[in-house]
């Protein structure tokens, strides 16, 4: 399985943890996050079962996955769609790309409530920056909402969008060619 944008890897030794047998490859293009990492899956007792790899998520190695994640990092990404597809390749038959991110309404003015006020504050402060700095600079922002986000998904070559759970913070969209 390929945690994409892992950053400091904690879902990645928290899966690594609940499935010993599988084996878990960890990738940020931000190497001090790597090297981080690392040291929390070593210290987690997880280092046997997780790979970690400094590269960019249109680029990652591999492919045969069972499953494929992001957590809260799509958005961050200068080139979504570019990662999506690459993603949509990199899937074994029958594999599933889950895709965690903010959640949020798809109509701007069904967002401006406090929490979506303080989503928009940090997105155009971190986010939304850190997209615009990489090639394409998509910035999709933190408040994208579903139906932009499927459109993303639908544009790299993913058919199936289904949103499986939702939080008051984030939804899981379960993602299939
Ligand atoms: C908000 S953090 C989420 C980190 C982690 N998934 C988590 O939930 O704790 C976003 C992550 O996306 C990574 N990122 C942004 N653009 C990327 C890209 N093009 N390729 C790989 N990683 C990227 C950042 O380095 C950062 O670690």
Redesign the pocket.
Known sequence: MA?????????TVLMAQRCPHSTFHG????GP?IDHARDRARAAGVAANTVFEV????E?PGDGYDLVS????LH????PVG?CRHIAGALGDGGTFML?EPFAEDDMKDNLHPLGQIFYAFSSL??VP??LS?PVGLGLGAQAGQKRLTQVLNDAGFTHVRRSAVTPTNMVLEVRV
């Open positions: 945690d994409v944008g892992c950053g400091h890897g904690s879902s990738f940020d293009f931000h996050s590269v960019n998520a249109s990652f992001i957590f809260d990092a961050d990404m200068g080139d990662a965690v971190i986010c850190a997209s990489q």
